[in-house]
């Protein structure tokens, strides 16, 4: 058994949920660099989708831009971004949506906008980019984000992106596509939503985990599944592609990719 | 018929105070240089138009060009903050700045409207989202047809639109290549087109569905190499990721934001002297390592 760090788990544990036959839309950073673990390991085939244009990236190293050369340079087809949208997002052909978050609520809903009043902001976060519609239009959405009781908030200062909204059916009323968030995924644990209210709980700790650390960082009551699992360790396939992936990033950037 | 000019003459002529301006390119192909020109002829009361404000709109908002933004994400890509955006958002330094936020596929879709000569763009997005609590121009509309009700948005019409490609014939037909963003349509949907571009050749050698944009639909080309710096231009150069990173301890503080545009934009003459002045910087910087 190898060592990892609680970032690797959230990154194994991110990528793991990512099938070989699917069609994913990448954001930048984490998730990008989970889809790209995936694709290294145990999903050579799922097709990667990039919001610049490039459809099917096959990057050897994380891009540290969503626009990177080596994104169009890999990719079966190179499209507008205008067409990425209509086309292949609202068009209904992707399957995962795969998110990073600022913060995220017990209803997977996301803020990428603001911290404090939207006119007198606390903190001016980057804001929308492609996520408001990919979480709306994506036949699912997986979220990785690290957790703390600023990152998981009981009521979020903006709803940049909708996950279930006011939970229960809330969604399917507001007539969006897709299924919404399935899973969050942290470097503490996974939460699911649960069936029928739609709140996320913890399903699966991470190895060496406890519920009590889970509790203190997240910002609302957060429940646990009757039966948590405990999340199976990154193993030494997994450990080496990530660590190589991350390494080639570093030599080609100078930086390494994707903390943001 | 684009004329071929210099990048100061076709600013002169064609960017004007208080106008809407969009400078395009998503990632890829920003055109920079054309950024430090607006600047160094001192444009004032701008509507800045971009998906991603990046560096350029930073530089602007700092400088003191710009009234209002609309945009969809305004970060330094995988670094973190614009600080002159946010300190102009948070703090009205140099002068308030007016913001309207949209999503990526909504200013998209807007500006394939602007292209397509229609006055709004229809698109399946925001239920959920607070952002058209706070941005009283998406609405919505409901289909004549299922009853569906859309978001609808104000097409972009900017008065001007500045790209950057790889090249340009010597007639001013223009080729882009890679990651294309929406530079064609911002191009085509602004009553002027700047395009700046890494060369002039005698034949682009288009291949047939390249993205060409002909001559007669931009108002001037200009030879400017390397004018997509800090980002980069497919087959030419590669993005200074290191420059994204200097940039936000220059553009961290209000005092070291203007020396540093006071020294390297206002302080030379034009791009390629910005160039070797950042070249001879970057040396020195490099020996006292």
């Not at chain 2, 001007?160 to 929406?182: E, F, P, S």
């Not at chain 2, 390397?226 to 420059?243: K, L, Q, T, V, W």
């Amino acid at each position: 058994m190898m060592n990892y760090s609680t970032n690797e788990m959230m990154t194994v544990a991110a990528a793991r949920r990512l099938g070989n036959d699917s069609v994913c839309f990448v954001g930048i950073g984490l998730p990008s660099k989970a889809a790209n673990l995936a694709r290294l390991t145990h999903a050579p085939d799922v097709v990667l989708i990039y919001e610049s244009g490039p459809i099917g990236a096959k990057p050897s190293v994380l891009p540290l831009s969503i626009g990177d050369g080596e994104l169009a340079e890999t990719a079966d087809t190179v499209v507008p971004t205008g067409e990425i949208f209509r086309y292949w997002l609202q068009g209904g052909r992707i399957d995962v949506g795969f998110l990073g978050a600022a913060q995220v609520d017990k209803y997977g809903n996301i803020n990428t906008t603001v911290i404090g009043d939207y006119h007198q902001p606390k903190v001016r976060l980057p804001g929308a980019g492609g996520a408001p519609e990919i979480a709306g239009s994506a036949k699912k959405v997986l979220i990785i984000l690290k957790q703390s009781h600023r990152t998981f908030v009981d009521k979020l200062a903006f709803i940049t992106s909708v996950g279930h909204g006011e939970g229960g059916d809330h969604r399917r009323q507001l007539g969006l596509p897709g299924a919404g968030p399935v899973a969050i995924i942290t470097d503490l644990c996974i939460m699911e939503p649960e069936a029928g209210t739609n709140e996320f709980v913890v399903t699966s700790l991470h190895p060496g985990v406890t519920r009590e650390q889970v509790i203190e960082n997240t910002g609302w009551a957060i429940r646990f599944t009757d039966k948590v699992a405990v999340t199976e360790a990154p193993n030494e396939t997994e450990l080496t592609a990530l660590r190589e992936l991350e390494a080639r990033t570093a030599a080609a950037h100078g930086q390494a990719g994707g903390e943001e | 018929m684009a004329e071929i000019l210099t990048l100061r003459e076709a600013v002169q002529r064609f960017v004007n105070d208080g106008d809407t301006l969009a400078l395009e390119g998503f990632t890829h192909l920003i055109p920079s240089a054309a950024a430090h020109e607006i600047i160094r002829q001192g444009r004032k009361d701008l509507t800045l138009v971009r998906m991603t404000p990046d560096l350029v709109y930073d530089l602007l908002i700092g400088a003191g060009c710009a009234k209002k933004l609309i945009f969809s994400w305004g970060g330094n890509p995988g670094v973190g903050s614009l600080h002159r955006l946010r300190d102009a958002v948070e703090k009205g330094w140099p002068q308030p700045l007016e913001i309207e936020e949209h999503s990526h596929a909504d200013l998209a879709n807007a500006y394939v409207a602007g292209a397509s000569g229609l006055p709004f763009a229809v698109l399946r997005a925001y239920a959920g989202s607070d952002l058209p609590k706070v941005n009283p121009l998406i609405r919505s509309v409901t289909c004549p047809f299922t009853g569906e009700v859309l978001a609808a948005v104000p097409s972009v019409r900017p008065d001007v639109t500045v790209i950057h490609a790889q090249k340009a014939d010597r007639k001013g037909n223009v080729l882009i290549q890679g990651i294309l963003g929406v530079q064609k349509e911002a191009a085509l949907a602004a009553r002027r087109c700047i395009v700046t571009v890494e060369e002039i050749v005698d034949d682009l050698k288009a291949p047939m569905n390249a993205c060409v944009l002909p001559t007669w639909a931009l108002s001037a080309v200009c030879p400017v190499p390397g004018g997509a710096h800090p980002s980069y231009a497919h087959g030419y150069y590669e993005r200074d990721n290191r420059f994204y990173q200097d940039w936000d301890p220059i553009a961290r503080s209000r005092e070291g934001f203007t020396a540093w545009i006071d020294a390297f934009i206002r302080g030379t003459a034009d791009f390629s002297a910005f160039q070797e002045k950042m070249g001879q910087a970057r040396l020195a910087a490099q020996e006292a390592e």
